[in-house]
């Protein structure tokens, strides 16, 4: 990965789980710019494809504020060009308690573009029932 790519992926991070305000406060539509038609959105085990479903899904979350806080990423490539991405963190969202996530996505690069093919979302919630 060269410089351009690495800024450029870095970019995509910070829309996919930012650290500040972002289109996620503002306007989740937004979103869709880094997502393509076969892109896939899986988010508390609800699976999404299309960038049309994927924004229509990000759009509807009821939440109005959200704070994001990344404590740990890793990338890695991947054989065929990709980057394989796992963000761990913490956000609050409007007055909720804050609460851990998981998100693991995977960068493809078309036609000189980053996109995001592949997105899996989870709050860290332990259920000790």
């Not at 351009?4 to 870095?10: E, G, K, S, V």
């Not at 980053?114 to 259920?127: G, I, K, P, S």
Request: aromatic share 8%.
């Amino acid at each position: 990965m060269n410089l351009l790519q690495a800024t450029r992926h870095r970019s995509i991070i910070k829309l996919l789980a930012p650290t500040e305000d972002s289109e996620w406060e503002t306007n989740r539509t937004q979103l869709g710019a880094i997502y393509i038609d076969a892109s896939c959105l899986t988010w508390e085990g609800q699976q999404f494809q299309g960038k049309a479903a994927i924004v229509e899904k990000l759009s509807s979350l009821p939440f109005q504020k959200i704070q994001h806080s990344i404590t740990a990423q890793d990338h890695q490539p991947t054989p065929d060009s990709c980057i394989l991405s796992m963000v761990v963190g913490q956000l609050k969202a409007d007055e909720d308690p804050i609460m851990g996530f998981h998100q693991i996505f995977l960068l493809k690069n078309i036609n000189d573009a980053w996109v995001c093919t592949n997105d899996m979302f989870r709050l860290a919630l332990h259920n000790f029932g």
